[in-house]
């Protein structure tokens, strides 16, 4: 939970964040969902996998992570 808060540069504790968690608390379908999200970051960091640039950039989009190139934050 905390790096979609971060990510959305929210505290825990602020309504989106508390909103966010209520609604996982109480939607299977997206609790299961957000699991299977967390249990990959969880192993790409754990056993450190590196993936050809074009499979990195296909998992950042699919994940809704990536950056728009002519947008640049």
Same mark, same amino acid.
């Given at each position: 939970?905390?790096?979609? /808060? ?15 968690? *209520?609604?996982? *608390?109480? /939607?299977?379908? /997206? ?38 190139? *002519?947008?640049? *934050?």
């Amino acid at each position: 939970m905390y790096h979609l /808060c971060e990510t959305l540069g929210e505290d825990l504790d602020s309504p989106k964040c508390v909103e966010i968690k *209520d609604h996982l *608390d109480n /939607c299977e379908n /997206c609790r299961n969902y957000f699991k299977t999200i967390e249990t990959t970051i969880q192993f790409y960091k754990q056993y450190n996998v590196q993936l050809p640039e074009e499979s990195h950039n296909k998992l950042l989009d699919f994940l809704g992570l990536k950056e728009d190139e *002519d947008n640049p *934050d």
